[in-house]
């Protein structure tokens, strides 16, 4: 604790002469036998709280914690001596390494200003396919901002409340884009929020900052890395505001994260895999520093492979730097494994089925999964009509791992059927389960899937959107089919 200013150890001598040992309690505000406190206005917790709001958190640091993306092969596993860290140019005594151990907290921050209106479908589905790459006891915190951020979500374990609110998202009109404010405000929740976690922001947006806001893309910068947090961003379309866009790509590099622009809505889901997988894969390196400094003061971080022939061309993507005496993430103290939650089976099992719905319930058509539509009016063994669907999905495309010399297949399809209006009359949900020989492996990927399914037509003008969904490799593909002929093929 620092040293109390002469005219306040004189104060507290004279109390505590006049008063005797409660005395400290009259000037620290602490609660004294005999007095009533109204609830709520214990003056010792409201000190707490102003302290945590108009202050950095600040401890003396022990330990600090780089996480590192590493982008390319190596030639086997790496493991710590692969790894050497700079602190100001020092070679430091590494401590701790851990890969993807410490559980994460992730802050999704997606842009709903008028330029994004192409690309929700899109992000809805991406988002959730997203969410199902985090595991169980990893946290996530939802932001959203146009001419303001706002916090729609908590830090939570409970990755179908995110799911819900991202999917109840819209945009109603064209409004400004306040993106530093948002990285600001989303960087210090993380920093107050999640102290044993490693932290990471995923930016949605086009990277245009239309407006000035309370902070600028400096000080987004310096409380991204106070925060020891790592910025990915998905940047949409569109190459105007340039000086924003290098800005966030700066505070990306800076933070060890980095920028995936997407051409179309359709490649959202691939950067966002890109970027869960990246989170997945990073190495968590530890060390306490061999020269602290002033507290504040900013240390420089490298880090490098030790010898390059154990992963040649490979690139590190790390944070440059931390401040001394700011709290950071703090490595696991064993080698317990983590304890999954019970039901985490059951959320990826909702988190499937809502995908699939709303892959199913937006006109946009998703490629990942390639196949061909073929339909014929025809009716049911009452003499009621009904539709026969011919699907056959092209399997060239779908690569399904090995395991214990099988490859796991779990492919989803549904069929939703609506009027013309749009609205659902019903649906057809089918899974094709099971473990695949090479050989018929083999047979399929050069003949593809034949599936057929019937539906009762139920509208004139009938609007088909079917889905295909490969679980095991969280590939999605849609086609929006219109039965305005008695045949159609697509």
Not at 92 to 104: A, C, G, T, Y
Request: hydrophobic residues 35%; proline residues 5%; glycine residues 6%.
């Amino acid at each position: 604790m620092g040293k109390s200013p002469p005219d306040i150890r004189l104060v507290l001598i004279i109390l505590l002469f006049l008063f005797g040992p409660d005395a400290a309690g009259i000037l620290y505000g602490a609660e004294l036998p005999g007095l009533e406190y109204p609830p709520g206005e214990n003056q010792q917790e409201q000190n707490q709280e102003i302290t945590q709001e108009t202050l950095k958190i600040k401890v003396d640091v022990a330990q600090v914690t780089v996480d590192v993306t590493v982008r390319g092969t190596p030639v086997s596993e790496l493991q710590l001596d692969d790894f050497t860290v700079y602190d100001n140019g020092v070679a430091q005594n590494v401590s701790h390494f851990s890969r993807d151990k410490i559980p994460l907290a992730v802050a999704f921050l997606i842009d709903l200003s008028g330029s994004e209106i192409p690309y929700l479908p899109a992000l809805k589905i991406a988002a959730l396919s997203a969410l199902r790459r985090l595991r169980p006891e990893d946290q996530v915190a939802l932001f959203v901002f146009d001419s303001n951020p706002a916090k729609l979500s908590n830090l939570t374990e409970d990755r179908l409340i995110i799911g819900k609110n991202i999917n109840a998202l819209t945009i109603k009109q064209e409004r400004s884009t306040n993106i530093f404010d948002t990285i600001y405000d989303a960087a210090r929740y993380l920093a107050r929020n999640a102290p044993n976690r490693r932290r990471a922001i995923i930016l949605v947006s086009d990277n245009c900052q239309t407006m000035s806001g309370k902070t600028d893309a400096d000080d987004a910068r310096v409380e991204m890395l106070e925060a020891s947090a790592t910025l990915y961003g998905i940047k949409t379309a569109g190459d105007i505001c340039v000086e924003s866009r290098d800005q966030v790509k700066s505070i990306a590099s800076e933070t060890g994260g980095e920028i995936l622009d997407v051409s179309a809505p359709t490649s959202l889901q691939t950067a966002l895999e890109k970027t869960t997988s990246n989170l997945r894969q990073q190495y968590t390196l530890g060390f306490s520093p061999s020269n602290l400094g002033e507290e504040g003061s900013f240390h420089k971080l490298t880090v490098k492979i030790a010898a390059k022939d154990r992963c040649p061309g490979c690139q590190l993507l790390a944070r440059s730097g931390y401040y001394a005496g700011i709290t950071a993430p703090s490595p696991p103290q064993d080698d317990i494994p983590l304890k999954l939650n019970d039901s985490a089976e059951k959320t990826n099992e909702i988190l499937i089925q809502r995908l699939i719905l709303t892959a199913g319930t937006t006109e946009l058509d998703l490629t990942d999964i390639p196949f061909t539509v073929q339909t014929l009016n025809q009716t049911d063994s009452m003499g009621q009509p009904q539709l026969r669907i011919d699907l056959k999905i092209d399997f060239a495309q779908i690569g399904l791992a090995i395991v214990n010399d099988r490859r796991p297949c779990k492919l989803h399809i549904v069929v939703f059927y609506a009027n013309e209006k749009r609205k659902i009359l019903g649906s057809d949900w089918k899974k094709l389960e099971g473990l695949l020989s090479e050989e018929t492996y083999n047979q399929i990927r050069e003949g593809g899937i034949s599936v057929s399914t019937t539906i009762p037509i139920k509208a004139q003008n009938q609007i088909l959107k079917v889905v295909v969904y490969d679980e095991e490799n969280d590939r999605v593909g849609s086609k929006l089919v219109r039965l305005d002929k008695k045949a159609n093929r697509n």
